[in-house]
C-alpha cells in the first residue's frame, strides 16, 4: 500500500516537475523581448511605475545569468510562494490576486462536480430499474451532454438572467456593495453564482447519469448477479452489489473528467465575467501579464494533480482488485 | 424417483426467431443418481441445466413439465421458483471462475446470502468450514478476495457455496473443463463424495469429457441439438452404445476409458444443424451414416433395455 502511494507520488512529483519546467520556459523562450512586450501592451501609465517594473522584471529574468542559475531562481521563488508580481494589477503580488480568485472558482468547482456527480449517479442507477425513469433520463442526459456548453451556458444567462431577471448574469457580486460578512453580501454573492454553477452542473449532470445507468445494466447482466439470481438472491442484494460494483468506474471516470471540469469551469467564468481563476487568465492574456499566467497555470497544474492523487487513493481503498495488486497478495 | 422431465421444450427469443434449443426432452433421475450429460457444444446442455433453476429473461417455457420429489416446479413463474432455488435444486454455473462478485469478501458475500435466504450465518458456519476443509481449502479462503483465489480454488469456493444448503438436485455444468488433469479428478471426486455424504440428492454432471464421467457417473445422458438421443448407465454408454451419434462419439474417443486421456467431443464429420429452423425427422440423419427413408420421421426416445433409452429408428 504504502510503496503503491510513495510510486504514485513519485509520478506526480515528475508530473509537477515537468508543469513547473514548461511554465518557466513560456515567456523566456518568447521571441522578442517579453518584458518590453508585455509592459507596452500593458499600458501602464506612470512612468515611475514603467521604470520600477522594467528593472524588476529585468532582473528577475536575471538575463545576464546562466540558464541553470535562471531555472533555480525560479523554483526557490515557488517554493516560497513568491510567483513574481502582476504586471496588470501592478505591484500586487501573484500570489495575492491567485488566492483572492481561488474561492470563487472553488465554490464553481467543488459543488458542480461533487453535486452532479452524486445526483447523475443516483438518476442513473434508478434510471436502471425503472422503464419510464429510463426513457425520460436517457434522452434528457443525452441531450444535456450533447449541448454545447457555450450554448447552454448562454441559454441560461439569457433566459433565467435576462428575460426573467431571478438571477445576475454577470459578475461575483454587485458593484454596490463592498465584500463584508453580512447577510446582504452572501445572498448578493449566492444570487450571483447560481447561475455559472447551474450551467456546469447541468452539463455534467447527463454524463454521470448516462454512465452509471450502463454501468449498472452492464452488473446487473454480470455472472455473478446471475449466480446470486439462481441461488434465489432477492433483487435488493444483487442490486447492492451492482451499484457499488458500477460505482467503482464512475469514480475513475471522475478522476479522468477533472482536469476537463477545470478548463469548464474556466469557460463558465468568463461567459458569466466571474472573478475566478478563469476571468484570471482572460484578463492576464489580454494584458500580456504573462507571470500572472504563469502564476494561474501553475495553480490549475497543482489543483488536478492534488485532485487526481486524492481519487488514486479512495480508488484503491474501495476496490479490491487493485488493492489486492498492490499489496501484492495474490497466490 | 426424484426428477421427473417431460418433454420439456424451453426456446430463446432472438430477433431472427426461435432458438429451439431444447425440444422435448424426457428423462428421469433416480434418488443418489449422478447422471454425466454429454453432447457436442451448442447441443442445450446448459440450457437444459438452467430450466431447472432459472430461466434467464431471453429464455421462454414452450412446453413440457418438471417434477422435483412429486411436486410440480413451475420454472415459468420466476416468483414460485424463488423458495425452490438453493434449499431443493442449486447450480454450479458454467462460469464458475466469474460467479462471484469481485468486491466483496468471500466470506462476507456468503454470509449476505445465506440471510437474504433467511438462514442464520451462524448456524452454518461450522458446516461452511468442515465442508471448505473437505474440498482441500483453508477455511481462510472466506477472508478473501475473489481475485486472490486461483480459479481451481474459486471453482470449489462455488461448489461449497452451492451445495451449502443440502439441495435435492445439483446441476454441475462443466465444473471441470477450465481445470488441469490432476485438479479435474480431484473435484469430480469431491463432488462424488458430496453425494455420499448426502450434501446433494441427484446431480447432473455437464461435460464435454466423457472419459472423466465414466468415472463418476452412475448414467450418461447424451444429447444432440435440443434432443436427447441416448441415456444409459454409464458402462452401457462406453461399451455398448446403441445410437449411432453415440457409437460415433465414443469411436471419437482416442482411447475409451484410460484415465488419462481427455476425451474431446471431436472427430465426427459435419456440423450439427442450427437450431433457428431445425430440420425435421432425426435431427442427426445428415450426419449419420445408417440413415434411411424413415429417419425423415422424428424418432421417440423408447427403452430398449431396462434403463437404457434411445432415440433412433435403427434400435427401436
Ligand atoms: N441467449 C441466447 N440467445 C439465443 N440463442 C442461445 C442463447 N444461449 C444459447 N443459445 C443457443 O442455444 C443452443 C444451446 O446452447 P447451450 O448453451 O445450452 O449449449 P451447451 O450444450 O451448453 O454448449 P457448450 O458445451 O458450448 O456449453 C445453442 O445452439 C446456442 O446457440
Ligand atoms: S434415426 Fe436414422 S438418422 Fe437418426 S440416428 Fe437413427 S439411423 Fe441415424
Ligand atoms: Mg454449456
Redesign the interface.
Given at each position: 500500500m504504502w510503496r503503491y502511494i510513495g510510486r504514485k507520488l513519485f509520478v506526480y512529483l515528475l508530473t509537477f516537475i515537468v508543469a513547473v519546467t514548461i511554465n518557466w520556459m513560456i515567456p523566456r523562450f518568447m521571441p522578442g523581448d517579453p518584458v518590453q512586450s508585455m509592459l507596452s501592451r500593458a499600458q501602464v501609465s506612470d512612468p515611475e511605475a514603467l521604470e520600477a517594473m522594467t528593472s524588476y522584471y529585468e532582473n528577475l529574468f536575471g538575463l545576464n545569468a546562466p540558464l541553470y542559475e535562471q531555472y533555480l531562481n525560479f523554483w526557490a521563488g515557488l517554493l516560497r510562494g513568491d510567483l513574481g508580481i502582476s504586471v496588470m494589477r501592478y505591484p500586487e503580488p501573484v500570489t495575492d490576486i491567485i488566492l483572492g480568485a481561488v474561492p470563487y472558482t472553488l465554490a464553481l468547482l467543488l459543488p458542480a462536480i461533487l453535486l452532479s456527480w452524486v445526483v447523475g449517479n443516483r438518476f442513473g442507477a434508478f434510471a436502471a430499474r425503472s422503464k419510464i425513469l429510463d426513457n425520460t433520463v436517457l434522452p434528457v442526459g443525452y441531450i444535456l451532454t450533447a449541448t454545447p456548453y457555450m450554448w447552454l451556458a448562454l441559454l441560461l444567462a439569457w433566459s433565467l438572467g435576462i428575460v426573467a431577471g431571478i438571477f445576475p448574469a454577470s459578475g461575483g457580486y454587485s458593484f454596490s456593495l463592498r465584500p463584508e460578512f453580512s447577510w446582504l453580501f452572501i445572498s448578493d454573492l449566492i444570487s450571483h453564482w447560481f447561475l455559472p454553477f447551474l450551467s456546469m452542473f447541468l452539463v455534467a449532470l447527463g454524463g454521470w447519469a448516462i454512465g452509471m445507468r450502463n454501468m449498472i445494466i452492464y452488473e446487473l447482466e454480470a455472472d455473478y448477479a446471475n449466480y446470486l439470481q439462481a441461488l434465489g438472491a432477492p433483487r435488493k442484494l444483487i442490486r447492492r452489489y451492482a451499484f457499488r460494483n458500477a460505482m467503482l468506474p464512475q469514480i475513475t471516470g471522475l478522476a479522468v473528467q477533472l482536469g476537463t471540469i477545470i478548463a469548464g469551469s474556466l469557460l463558465t467564468e468568463i461567459v458569466f465575467n466571474y472573478p475566478g481563476l478563469g476571468s484570471l487568465i482572460l484578463d492576464s492574456l489580454n494584458n500580456r501579464d504573462f507571470f500572472l499566467l504563469q502564476g494561474v497555470f501553475l495553480f490549475v497544474v497543482v489543483g488536478v494533480l492534488i485532485a487526481n492523487f486524492i481519487i488514486d487513493i479512495v480508488y484503491v481503498l474501495i476496490d479490491p482488485r487493485t488493492r489486492v495488486q498492490m499489496t501484492g497478495g495474490s497466490s | 424417483m426424484t426428477l421427473r422431465v417431460n418433454d420439456l421444450k424451453v426456446y430463446y427469443q432472438t430477433l431472427r426467431g426461435d432458438v429451439r434449443a431444447l425440444d422435448g426432452v424426457t428423462f428421469d433421475l433416480a434418488d443418489g443418481e449422478i447422471m454425466g450429460l454429454a453432447g457436442e457444444s451448442g447441443c442445450g446442455k446448459t440450457t437444459l441445466g438452467?430450466s431447472m433453476?432459472?430461466l434467464?429473461s431471453r429464455m421462454r417455457h414452450v412446453g413440457g413439465t418438471i417434477e422435483l420429489n412429486g411436486k410440480d416446479v413451475p420454472i415459468a413463474d420466476d416468483d414460485a421458483?424463488?423458495?425452490?432455488?438453493?434449499?431443493e435444486i442449486?447450480?454450479i454455473?458454467q462460469?464458475a471462475m466469474?460467479?462471484?462478485?469481485?468486491?466483496?469478501?468471500i466470506g462476507r458475500m456468503v454470509n449476505?446470502?445465506l440471510r437474504?435466504?433467511g438462514v442464520r450465518p451462524a448456524d452454518i458456519a461450522d458446516e461452511l468450514n468442515r465442508r471448505l476443509e473437505l474440498v482441500g481449502l483453508d477455511t481462510d479462503v472466506l477472508n478473501r478476495?475473489p481475485?486472490?483465489?486461483?480459479g481451481g480454488m474459486k471453482q470449489r469456493v462455488?461448489m461449497v457455496?452451492?451445495t451449502l444448503l443440502d439441495p435435492s438436485l445439483l446441476i454441475a455444468d462443466e465444473v471441470t473443463s477450465a481445470l488441469d488433469v490432476s485438479t479435474q479428478r480431484a473435484v469430480a471426486e469431491s463432488m462424488v463424495e458430496f453425494r455420499d455424504r448426502g450434501y446433494v440428492k441427484s446431480m447432473i454432471f455437464v461435460t464435454h469429457d466423457i472419459s472423466l464421467v465414466y468415472q463418476m457417473a452412475d448414467t450418461i445422458m447424451v444429447m444432440y441439438a435440443g434432443h436427447i438421443v441416448e441415456k444409459a448407465p454409464a458402462a452401457t454408454i462406453i461399451n455398448e452404445p446403441k445410437h449411432p451419434y453415440t457409437q460415433m462419439l465414443i469411436g471419437a474417443l482416442p482411447e475409451v476409458g484410460s484415465t488419462m486421456v481427455q476425451g474431446r467431443l471431436e472427430g465426427i464429420p459435419g456440423t450439427p444443424p442450427g437450431l433457428l429452423n431445425p430440420p425435421t425427422g432425426c435431427r442427426f440423419k445428415d450426419r449419420c451414416p445408417m440413415a434411411f427413408s424413415k429417419c425423415s420421421e422424428q424418432p421417440p426416445l423408447v427403452e430398449i433395455e431396462p434403463g437404457h433409452w434411445a432415440a433412433c429408428w435403427k434400435t427401436g
Open positions: - | 438452467k433453476i432459472r434467464d421458483m424463488v423458495p425452490l432455488r438453493y434449499r442449486s447450480l454455473p462460469y466469474s460467479a462471484l462478485n469481485p468486491t466483496r469478501k449476505e446470502l437474504a435466504r478476495f481475485i486472490e483465489l486461483s462455488v457455496i452451492s
